[in-house]
Structures are given as C-alpha cells and as structure tokens.
C-alpha cells in the first residue's frame, strides 16, 4: 500500500522519543512532549498558532485567525501524531504528522502509509537548536509507534529549514516549481 513517492534507500534512526527537557542555544530550558491525546494541548497549540508570525507561514498554513487556526488542528486532530516544545508551561513550538491517506481504516496500520510533516517554532525561539530537537523526537515518537515513511515540502528559498532536514537525514526527493520534497525512511 505504498504510496509512489520515492524514499531513500537506507533507514535513518534511531531518534530519541520525548519527554525530555534540554537547554536551548539562548539558555532557555524546553521541555519537549508528546501529549497522550491531542485535545490535551489543543488549546495551548492554539494559542501559539495564534500567536505566530504570519509572515512565516509555508504553503499556507498555519492559517490565520483564531477559529481558523482551530479548525484546521481539529481536522488534524484525530489522526496526527505530535510533539510539542514548551518554554515556562507554554507551548512555543509544534510538530505534527499527518497521515497521507483518505482511507481512515488504513491509518491503524502506520507503517502502511506514508506521513506528511509540518513544524513551526515561535518566531522569538527560532534559531536556538529548538526546532531540531522537536524534529527529532517526533521522528522518534513517529518510530515507536510504527510509522516508517515520512515526507514534507519545504519552499526551495528556505535554506535553514532545509539544512535542518538534511541534518536529520531528510533527503530530497523530488521538486516542484517553488518547493523542494523531502523523504525519510525511519529505522
């Protein structure tokens, strides 16, 4: 039941599995999660999408606006697999999965299905090896739940947000007009 995107060849792994806590390149102490259900930290997500800058928004999301925003997670919600990055009990970064199939019977058979990625750290956190830290460990959530083929679209002029997807060990796959596709086949 692959899907017909091309995946490197070799497995990238094994990454670390949240929870955790590091400190970040500005001295800050982040806690990193993956929440038991989503609606756990629903509305904390919300309020940082809501919060985000809209400037930084790639291929349209997050979208704007509050009820948007949670439109767009509850439609999510049920499915995705996600990480979150907390600073002081807020939450200033999220990482999500979402499943590549309109066939919700196929989404309990994880490794059958390829998974879309999308990460978004707070504008004043970027830079601080955050983002990183998320991406890995919701690599490592993604691996201990039997997900095995992630992928993402990253706009070509994105130069540190591709960089940090090759030094995960994303590869690129395939490329649109404006946007680069990245694959990783996890351990």
Not at 33 to 45: C, I
Not at 100 to 113: F, L, N, P, Q, Y
């Amino acid at each position: 039941m692959h899907g017909t995107r091309p995946y490197p060849d070799d497995p990238v792994g094994p990454f670390p599995a949240p929870s955790a806590t590091f400190e970040d390149g500005d001295n800050r102490q982040i806690d990193i999660q993956a929440p038991d259900t989503f609606e756990d930290v629903l509305e904390d997500v919300v309020t940082m999408y809501d919060a985000f800058d809209p400037s930084d928004r790639a291929q349209g999301i997050p979208p704007t606006g509050e009820q948007r925003i949670r439109n767009w997670l509850e439609t999510i919600a049920d499915y995705s697999v996600n990480v979150v990055a907390c600073h002081d009990g807020k939450v200033i970064g999220h990482a999500v999965l979402v499943p590549d199939t309109d066939d919700v019977s196929a989404i309990d058979s994880r490794g059958e299905i390829e998974w879309e990625l999308a990460i978004f750290v707070l504008q004043e956190y970027q830079r601080a090896g955050i983002g990183t830290q998320l991406l890995k460990h919701l690599l490592g959530h993604a691996s201990d739940v039997g997900i095995d083929r992630v992928w993402l679209t990253v706009e070509r002029w994105n130069k540190p947000a591709i960089a940090l997807y090759e030094r995960v060990g994303f590869e690129a796959t395939g490329t649109e007009s404006f946007e680069q596709e990245m694959a990783i086949l996890l351990e």
